[in-house]
C-alpha cells in the first residue's frame, strides 16, 4: 500500500471579514503541531507553505469588504487546490473561510477532471450561502457555498461552468442563519442539520447518511471545518461565536466517522484567529480533530494541560 500524502497549504486569508487576526492561523497550526500528529499517524507530509492571492486591484468597493483581495484569493487558492488534489490530500490552513471560495472551485475543477461527482460536508455554525447582493454585512465570509452552487452576483470571480449540485452539500452544526439565507435555503436541496436536530437525535446519523450517498456515487468530499462548529467555550478562537455549538465529543465523532468512511478527499481548517485563543487551546483541538479525520482513535488522544 502505497504511503498516502498530505498536503498542508497555508492560507493566511483575512479578507473576507472586517475583524482581523485570521492571517495568523496557518503558523497557529503549525506551532500545534499539526505536521508531527499527521506524520506519526503514518502520512508522508508535504508542507508546501503560505500562498499569495493573485495579483488584484485593490479598488474599494462601496458595500463589499476587501472585494478585490478575495476574487484573489480565490484564484490562487483554486489553483493550490486542484495542483495539491493531484499530488495527495491537500488541508487548508486559514484563514477565514472565504478561502473555501477557492478551495471548493478547485476541488470541484480536479473532480471534474478525474470524472467524478464532488461533495462537500459543512461543519459551520452559519449556512454561508450569502452572495455579495445579499450579504448585510458585506464580508464575503459568509458567501462560499452561494458562489460554488451557482448563485448570482459573484461579479469579477472566476466563472463556474458547472455550479456544485445542492443535493451534493450538507451542513451540519447550523444554529445562525440570517433571514435572507434562511429564505433562500428552503428552496434547495441543500442538506440542513441544524443544533436541534444534533441534540434530538444525534449528529452520527445524519451525517452517516450523507456519506452513504458520497460511497454510493463513488464520489471525492471535501470536508470545511469551521472553528465554530464547536461550542466557544472549548473552541473561543473565533470572531464569529455562536453558543451551543458542537460538544468536543460530537467533533471527535464526526472526525473518526469521516476517517472510518475513507471518502475525504480534501480539507478545510478555518476562521481560527490566534489573537483570541487562549494559550493555543483552539488551534490544538482543531489539530486533533483533524488528526482523527485522518485515523488517531478514540484510545490514542494525548492528554493536554492547558
Known amino acids: 500500500m502505497t504511503q498516502q500524502t498530505c498536503i498542508l497549504i497555508g492560507a493566511p486569508v483575512d479578507s473576507g471579514k472586517r475583524r482581523r487576526g485570521c492571517l495568523m492561523g496557518p503558523d497557529a497550526y503549525r506551532t500545534a503541531g499539526l505536521a508531527e500528529a499527521l506524520a506519526d499517524l503514518g502520512y508522508h507530509v508535504q508542507d508546501r507553505g503560505n500562498i499569495a492571492p493573485a495579483t488584484f486591484a485593490g479598488a474599494p ?13 480565490t484564484k490562487a487558492l483554486a489553483d493550490a487546490a486542484q495542483a495539491g488534489l493531484q499530488d ?16 471548493v472551485l478547485g476541488a470541484m475543477r480536479h473532480a471534474d477532471t478525474v470524472k467524478r461527482p464532488l461533495f462537500v460536508l459543512w461543519l459551520d455554525a452559519h449556512s454561508d450561502f450569502h452572495t455579495p447582493a445579499t450579504t448585510d454585512s458585506g464580508n464575503l465570509h459568509g458567501t462560499p457555498l452561494g458562489y460554488v452552487s451557482g448563485r448570482p452576483d459573484f461579479v469579477g470571480f472566476p466563472e463556474i461552468d458547472r455550479p456544485l449540485p445542492q443535493e451534493n452539500i450538507a451542513i451540519m452544526g447550523l ?6 439565507e434562511r429564505v433562500a435555503l428552503q428552496d434547495t436541496a441543500i442538506h440542513r442539520v441544524d443544533m436541534r436536530e444534533i441534540d434530538e437525535k444525534g449528529i452520527a446519523k445524519p451525517l452517516g447518511q450523507f456519506l452513504e450517498r458520497v460511497a454510493a456515487a463513488q464520489g471525492m468530499l471535501h470536508v470545511s471545518l ?3 462548529f464547536l ?8 470572531g464569529t461565536t455562536v453558543p451551543g455549538g458542537a460538544t468536543i465529543r460530537e467533533g471527535h465523532l464526526v472526525m473518526e ?42 484510545f490514542d488522544r494525548p492528554t493536554r494541560a492547558f
Open 61 to 73: 468597493h462601496d458595500r463589499i469588504h476587501a472585494l478585490e483581495e478575495t476574487i484573489g484569493w
Open 88 to 103: 495527495g490530500m491537500p488541508i487548508f490552513l486559514g484563514g477565514d473561510h472565504s478561502l473555501s471560495l477557492g478551495s
Open 175 to 180: 444554529r445562525s442563519v440570517d433571514g435572507a
Open 226 to 228: 469551521d472553528v465554530d
Open 231 to 238: 461550542d466557544p467555550s472549548i473552541a473561543p478562537a473565533v
Open 257 to 298: 466517522m469521516l476517517h472510518d468512511s475513507g471518502l475525504m478527499t480534501s480539507l478545510d481548517l478555518v476562521e481560527l484567529n490566534p489573537f483570541l485563543d487562549e494559550r493555543g487551546r483552539t488551534a490544538q483541538v482543531m489539530v486533533d480533530l483533524a488528526a482523527s479525520a485522518l485515523g488517531r482513535r478514540v
